[in-house]
Structures are given as C-alpha cells and as structure tokens.
C-alpha cells in the first residue's frame, strides 16, 4: 500500500448520544508528524472526538482513515455504526496510544510493569527486551528510580509521565492526549507538559486536547478550536491566539488567560 501523507483523515464526523448530537460533522486531518492541539469549551465534543478516533466510542456517521486504512464500518441496530472488521480494528489500536486525564494504571502493577503490559501481551515483544525498553523510557520520564513502586505511592505527575512511558512503549505512530494535566496540581504539570513536549519534537503525529494555552502554542503545529460539536476555527497558534476572527474564539482565549 502506498504510504499516506496523512496518518488521521476524519470526515464529516457526527456522533449522537441518544437526542443529543455532539459531533456536528467534524473533518480533520494530521499529517504525518503533525501536532494539533484542540482547544474548546466543556462539552464541545473535544472527548468524543478523540474517543472516536481511538474507536472508543462509534461515531453515528462519517469515515475515518488511520495511515491510509478507512475502519470499515457496519450499520447497526441503533441506527449508528460499529466497526465491522475486528482483526482492522486491533491493528488500527496498535498504532495509536491514548493517554487520559485520570492516569488510567493498573494500580495493582509496579510502573515497570505497567509500562511492558502491552508491549509484551499486545505486540509479542520478549519479556527482557521489554522491559530494556521500559528502562530506557523511565529514564527519559524521570521516573526510573520508581519503577517497582505501585501508582498509589506516586504523585499525579509521577502517575502521568509513567502513563505516558506506557504509551510510547508500543511506539505508535499516533498519540492522542485528552486533558493530560487536567487532573494535576498546578505545581505538578510543568513536569508533564515539559515531557510531553519532548515527545512533540520527535517525528510522531499528536492530538492534544488541552487547557494549557500558552503549552499549545509552544508545541502545536496547529490549533483547532472547537464549539458545539463543530470546528469552528483552525489555524496556526500565530493565527488562532494572536488573530482569532470568530468572537466566541476572541471571548473564549481571553476566559482562558
Ligand atoms: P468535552 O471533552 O469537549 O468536554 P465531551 O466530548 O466529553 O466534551 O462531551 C460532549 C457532550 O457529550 C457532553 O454534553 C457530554 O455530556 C455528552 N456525552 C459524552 N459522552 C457521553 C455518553 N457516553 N453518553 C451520553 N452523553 C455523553
Ligand atoms: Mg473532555
């Protein structure tokens, strides 16, 4: 198959919980290597966007391509769709990580084991070669030191920056982050954003739901400001923080200072 140019293609997304719409028809694509981060209100659709993207959630309608791949989709009794391809949709996951706001451990495993989980029993990578990269990562994250110790004795920024080891472990081509420093204490998410600015710099295609305004104009390639279930705005952070055109852009940038 040909290499695609771009790693996410999203169109005219709608997805519907019940009467409520909260996808409005969404395109977006990232290129390969591309940082977009995705600015908006609180019930815009930001979540759901990426929990579509992960098929964690079933858009109602529309098409979404990973690396080239369309997920082939079926209709179902709902009158939305499901995947129809279960070996696809594996595949599909295995090029993409997601990192959420609550950490999401396994609190009865050490990070180090937290970290190889995947790698070993998803990917099929032998157990020392694992865990040699599970080190290698701690180091980078700065948390080699506790790679024995249980989440509950770690900090919400030690928790998040071994959730995001754990991502990279399966070295996606694609990271999603939704409000990863959302749920930290303010003194604790510089060391989160630094890490995942680093992560940013390397040539790996992201989509970072984030409140950190001045983080999303330093890392992004782009910025894509949602309302009500629709992109309303998109363009360089240049463009979106320094010449926003839409009023409800200009008022929302402004809250968020
Ligand atoms: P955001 O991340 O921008 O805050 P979300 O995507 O989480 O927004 O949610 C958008 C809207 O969809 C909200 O009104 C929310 O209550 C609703 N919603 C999200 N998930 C579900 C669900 N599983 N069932 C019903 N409503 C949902
Ligand atoms: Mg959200």
Request: glycine share 8%; with cysteine.
């Amino acid at each position: 198959m040909a290499e695609a140019a771009n790693a996410i293609e999203v169109s005219n997304l709608h997805k519907r919980f019940g009467a409520l719409e909260v996808l409005k028809g969404v395109s977006l694509e990232a290129r390969k290597g591309e940082v977009i981060a995705i600015i908006g209100g609180s019930g815009s659709g930001k979540s759901t966007f990426l929990r579509c993207i992960n098929l964690l959630e079933t858009p109602t309608s529309g098409q979404i391509m990973v690396h080239g791949e369309t997920i082939a989709m079926k209709s179902d009794r709902a009158g939305g769709q499901v995947p129809s391809d279960r070996k696809q949709v594996e595949r599909i996951r295995s090029r993409l990580a997601m990192v959420f706001q609550s950490f999401n451990l396994w609190q009865h495993r050490t990070v180090l084991q937290n970290v190889i989980e995947a790698p070993v029993h998803v990917l099929g990578v032998p157990k020392d070669q694992a865990i040699a990269t599970a080190e290698t990562l701690l180091r980078r994250v700065g948390l080699y030191e506790k790679r024995d110790t249980y989440p509950a004795f770690l900090s919400g920024g030690q928790q998040q920056r071994a959730a995001i080891a754990r991502a990279v472990a399966v070295d996606p081509e694609v990271m999603l982050f939704d409000e990863p420093t959302s749920a930290l204490d303010p003194e604790l998410v510089g060391e989160v954003l630094s890490v995942i600015g680093d992560l940013a710099k390397e040539n790996r295609t992201m989509i970072l739901v984030t409140h950190e305004m001045k983080f999303a104009r330093n890392v992004a390639d782009r910025i894509v400001y949602f309302h009500g279930g629709v992109i309303e705005e998109q363009g360089t952070p240049e463009q979106i923080f320094d010449a926003p055109r839409s009023e409800r852009l200009k008022r929302f940038i402004q809250s968020a200072h």
